[in-house]
């Protein structure tokens, strides 16, 4: 497993493999659902970050790739996968993804990690598009 994410408040512990994800309930440790992420693409290499995952407060997953710029979003109920490929403001030329996931303070974007060179990123899901941070 990539990530392992605990969502106490429904009793569900959410493991990431390589393009799957599977859901457990935590009392029983039973199997809830496998959800493939279509059109996967992670990286194994050293030099790379891990892909990500983050709850959000309705209790559904964002999973990012930690080999280009796209996220899913697996709703929380019926396991149904959406899929965002972020445009990215810079560094057209480089092919990475994002690691370290984290929510902005109002809860409305996501701070994210460039995989690849570790450059911090502000994410709006809203709008599909990712500014680099630090930027002028």
Excluded: C
């Excluded at 279509?38 to 999973?63: E, F, K, V, W």
């Excluded at 984290?102 to 450059?119: D, M, N, P």
């Amino acid at each position: 497993m990539l990530r392992v994410k605990e969502d106490l408040a429904r009793g569900r512990r959410w493991e990431l493999g390589w393009g799957t994800v599977h859901v457990y309930d935590i009392a029983t440790g039973l199997l809830v659902q496998s959800i493939s992420l279509q059109g996967a693409n992670l990286s194994a290499s050293r030099d790379t970050r891990l892909p990500d995952m983050l709850l959000t407060p309705s209790g559904a997953m964002i999973i990012s790739s930690n080999a280009q710029p796209s996220l899913w979003r697996i709703s929380p109920e019926r396991f149904e996968v959406e899929r965002f490929d972020v445009e990215v403001d810079r560094d057209n030329d480089k092919d990475f993804g994002f690691s370290d996931l984290a929510w902005t303070a109002g809860g409305r974007e996501l701070h994210a990690v460039s995989a690849a060179t570790g450059s911090a990123w502000r994410i709006d899901l809203a709008r599909g598009k990712a500014t680099k941070v630090g930027v002028e």
